[in-house]
């Protein structure tokens, strides 16, 4: 079957930064796949070039191709591309505060995707946005759809840009950091709305974040960035129950637990490496306690384990 | 819009709207408010002060002065005001495609403005007045070039800024088309400071309007207008001090008003602003 989303070795640079290394990733039908890496590892730069959007931010694929249902975007026109978003690839941005537009109702902004994509008449289109924001669970969604952006709360906003996301009918949501710029308690709630809207119609959908706790609480797989090369992709309950990278174990031991001891909370000592002064070998070397000559001098190419792939010369050593 | 009218809940916004509702309404209604012709002579009665026959009293040709205001600020406040409409309409044009198109039309665009930027407004208007001829479609023209380069600096400012930010990011990545984006998002989220500053515009272009009047080079004799009746009233300052004072106080009251409501308009958009960035 060929994947919704399939990333192929996609390269991508921004002037003469190379930022991501031949990223494979894939996303099928009705999978949750979550993207996990720290601030500039490359996470929104391979939602950017999955949407085709990467023009827009001075940026272009430079190797390896991204196809989605099988149609490779590079050989799409512009106005098949901008098709493509909305009706068939929802996105979620980052920060709901300034998602909305401040001088449109509610309403109006959620109506226009599906009158735009879907070619409602307005007045079914309203009955359409009702219907959504009542799935998303906010009361009295009549009134809220005649509210401006300025009278929502953070939380109430991030349904509507998940609102907008769904009234294309999208096969597939991209979701950038939903939850970063929200309360803790609304974190969760926004999570589970989105998962469980997710699966209810058997959507795809890409789940970009750095809290290793939410890809345990909905993906079906995840794929860990570093330093905008791969480092570890496969089934979430595998990776969780043996991380193969050393990265990737780094960052589960991120997750505070329950019942955890003062004190033993871990955190990965440095910080992601600029993109124009990459160590050598593997990136993420510097910060390796496995780390071996062979590390600091050559690449480790992506080989399989289990369901999934690592690039590490030391995968899995110290489990 | 509701900010228009919160403005007029401010105790100097709502001072400031009811003295600018006089004079518009007496503007328009102007030929069923005045009691005289505006152009009706009358020697004998020459140089009168204010009476109950003639309320502001006449001028030197016995021209009820009460009639020859109401005429005026028709005059007046219509040049302007279309002069301004007319400067924002062309600078939020060329400000829009300059700033969404970038390259040389933007650098074009931003020379033009700069180099016009360095002049003062009545210099312009002056030469141009000059080219194009006295009269008041002249004078009209002349202002609104005079003004267009704030407004074309301002809109592209607005629509620069605006291209940044998230929401147009999201509507793009929803499929929206470049159209939709300039036309639903940018344009109309530029419109609320490029309307204040058009607000705030019009009392200068009233100034402006009576300085050229006050040349003679706004509407001709017999057609009254503010800057017109100074320069007449100009003369005779000792023999018939009303004539130039009354046209004086209207441009000044009517130029203050305008400035008070403009910043009772800024104060009522503000508060929006701070609710909009607050979670």
């Given amino acids: 079957m060929t994947a919704l989303l399939d990333l192929a070795s996609v390269s991508v640079s921004i002037g003469s930064a190379p930022l991501l290394d031949s990223i494979s990733l894939r996303v099928d039908r009705g999978q949750i796949v979550g993207l996990v890496g720290e601030s500039g590892s490359g996470k929104s730069l391979t939602a950017m070039a999955a949407m085709g959007l990467l023009p827009l931010i001075g ?22 591309r901008r098709v493509l978003r909305g009706r068939r690839i929802g996105f979620v941005t980052q920060n709901p505060m ?15 995707v599906s009158r735009l994509h879907l070619g409602l008449p307005q007045a079914a289109a309203r009955v359409r946005t009702l ?62 709305i989105l998962g469980a809207l997710v699966r209810d119609r058997g959507l795809a959908l890409l789940l970009i974040t750095h809290d290793m706790g939410v890809v345990a609480q909905v993906c079906d797989r995840v794929a860990v960035l570093y330093a905008g090369r791969l480092a570890e992709e496969g089934p979430v309950s595998d990776i969780f129950a043996a991380p193969a990278h050393p990265y990737t174990s780094a960052l589960i031991g991120c997750i505070p637990q329950d019942g955890m001891a003062q004190g033993s909370l871990r955190g990965i000592p440095g910080a992601v490496p600029s993109a124009l002064a990459m160590p050598p070998g593997c990136r993420f070397h510097p910060r390796c306690e496995r780390a071996s000559d062979l590390c600091r001098t050559v690449v480790p190419a992506p080989e399989s384990c289990g369901q999934g792939t690592v690039a590490c010369h030391h995968a899995g050593v110290i489990a | 819009m509701i900010a228009p009218v919160r403005a007029l809940q401010r105790p100097q916004g709502g001072l400031a709207g009811l003295w600018l509702a006089l004079v518009i309404a007496a503007a328009l209604l102007a030929p069923i408010l005045s ?30 002065l009460l009639t020859r205001l109401v005429w005026g600020a028709r005059t007046s406040l219509s040049v302007a005001a279309t002069a301004i409409a007319i400067s924002v309409f062309c600078g939020m044009v060329l400000g829009a495609a300059a700033a969404w198109f970038g390259g040389w039309l933007d650098r074009a665009v931003t020379v033009v403005v700069d180099l016009t930027w360095s002049f003062p407004e009545i210099l312009i208007a002056l030469i141009l007045v000059a080219i194009i001829g006295p009269g008041t479609l002249g004078t009209m023209i002349a202002i609104s070039v005079a003004y267009l380069a704030q407004f074309t600096r301002l809109t592209r400012a607005q629509i620069l800024t605006l291209k940044g930010e998230t929401f147009i990011e999201a509507a793009r990545s929803l499929g929206a088309s470049n159209g939709h984006i300039l036309f639903r998002h940018l344009l109309p989220n530029a419109l609320a400071p490029v309307l204040v500053s058009a607000m705030l515009a019009t009392g200068d272009a009233i100034i402006l309007e009576a300085t050229l009047g006050f040349f003679g080079l706004g509407a001709q004799p017999p057609v009254p207008s503010w800057g017109g009746m100074m320069s007449a009233g100009s003369a005779l300052v000792f023999k018939a001090p009303w004539i ?16 008070l409501y403009g910043d009772a308009l800024i104060a009522a958009l503000d508060i929006r602003q701070k609710l909009r960035r607050s979670p």
Wanted: aromatic share 6%; charged share 20%; glycine share 8%.
């Fill in chain 1, 131 to 192: 219907d959504l924001l009542t799935q998303l669970r906010i009361p009295d969604a009549a009134s809220v759809a005649e509210a401006w952006p300025h009278q929502l709360s953070g939380g109430m906003k991030q349904r509507i840009v998940i609102a907008m996301a769904l009234a294309g009918e999208p096969d597939l949501i991209i979701a950038d950091e939903p939850t970063t710029a929200l309360d803790v308690t609304v974190q969760a709630q926004i999570i589970q």
């Fill in chain 2, 35 to 64: 009691p005289y012709a505006f152009d009706a002579q009358d020697l004998p009665n020459a140089y009168r002060p204010a009476s109950a026959a003639h309320w502001l009293g006449t001028d030197e040709f016995g021209r009820d």
């Fill in chain 1, 59 to 80: 940026g272009r694929v430079t190797g390896g191709n991204v196809r989605f249902d099988g149609q490779d975007m590079a050989l799409m026109t512009d106005t098949q």
């Fill in chain 1, 98 to 112: 300034t998602a909305l537009d401040p001088v449109q109702r509610i309403g109006e902004q959620v109506d226009v």
């Fill in chain 2, 244 to 259: 130039i004072i009354y046209p004086g106080l209207a441009v000044a009251i009517t130029v203050v008003a305008i400035n």
